[in-house]
């Protein structure tokens, strides 16, 4: 079964100093790795997707994640924090074929910032 | 385009009661899913669905039902509520078949209280 670790509940950074949330995932084959941001009251928004090819992945807003297979990891970097960046962040992992959409999701990463 | 589409919004509850939270999406995705999410523990899938007239359960289905008659629709029935559901419920939707970089659509969420 695939599961999904966000080892830190809540992380506070000061505006404009960089940021790593990290995502630890177990996954037989090789996974389909999201992240997502959630503001209070507010739906899912996604910041980036891995599924083939290069390591690297540019999303939204600034975001990056480096998917490392050797660590199990896919963490969610951001080299100059904002202040609307404040929110909730889920890691999360799918499947392959007809379980394509069947995520697991972290527990999820609460960020604070600072002025 | 309305992409995914849930209603209500927020909804209260008595214990015993039930009720049908509604999700519709204007894509045409053969898969839809919802999940369940609460304090500390990220999203947690419900029930889904790869296609009319084929569901399937998640990871916490106990007390929910879902039935999909047609692409668009795919409603959520809580049977008998309970504290236990009090939560807030989304709905997604996503392409199956080539689905290397589909996105994982999700609805803005519906905040269920059972009292």
């Known amino acids: 079964a695939q599961s999904v670790t966000q080892p830190d509940i809540h992380i506070t950074v000061s505006e404009g100093a960089s940021l790593e949330l990290r995502c630890n995932y177990s996954y037989g084959a090789t996974p389909y790795l999201f992240w997502y941001v959630q503001s209070p009251g507010q739906g899912l928004q996604l910041l980036l997707k891995y599924f083939s090819g290069d390591t690297l992945v540019q999303g939204i807003k600034g975001f990056e994640a480096e998917f490392k297979r050797s660590q199990s990891s896919f963490n969610l970097r951001k080299p100059s924090v904002h202040w609307s960046d404040a929110a909730e962040y889920f890691c999360?992992?799918?499947?392959?074929?007809?379980?394509?959409?069947?995520?697991?999701f972290g527990q999820g990463t609460i960020l604070t910032v600072h002025p | 385009n309305a992409g995914v589409t849930q209603t209500p919004k927020f909804q209260v509850l008595k214990t015993g009661q039930s009720m049908t939270l509604q999700c519709a999406q204007d894509m045409n995705h053969e898969y839809m899913s919802w999940y369940r999410q609460d304090p500390g523990m990220g999203l947690r899938l419900i029930h889904y669905?790869?296609?009319?007239?084929?569901?399937d359960q998640g990871e916490v289905p106990n007390g929910y039902n879902v039935s999909r008659s047609t692409t668009e629709d795919f409603p959520l029935r809580l049977l008998s509520a309970a504290p236990s559901q009090t939560s807030v419920y989304f709905c997604a939707s996503s392409q199956v078949r080539g689905m290397g970089g589909n996105t994982i659509y999700f609805g803005e969420g519906s905040w269920l209280t059972v009292v």
């Open positions: 669905s790869v296609g009319a007239g084929i569901t």
């Open positions: 999360a992992v799918g499947a392959g074929g007809t379980s394509y959409g069947k995520l697991t």
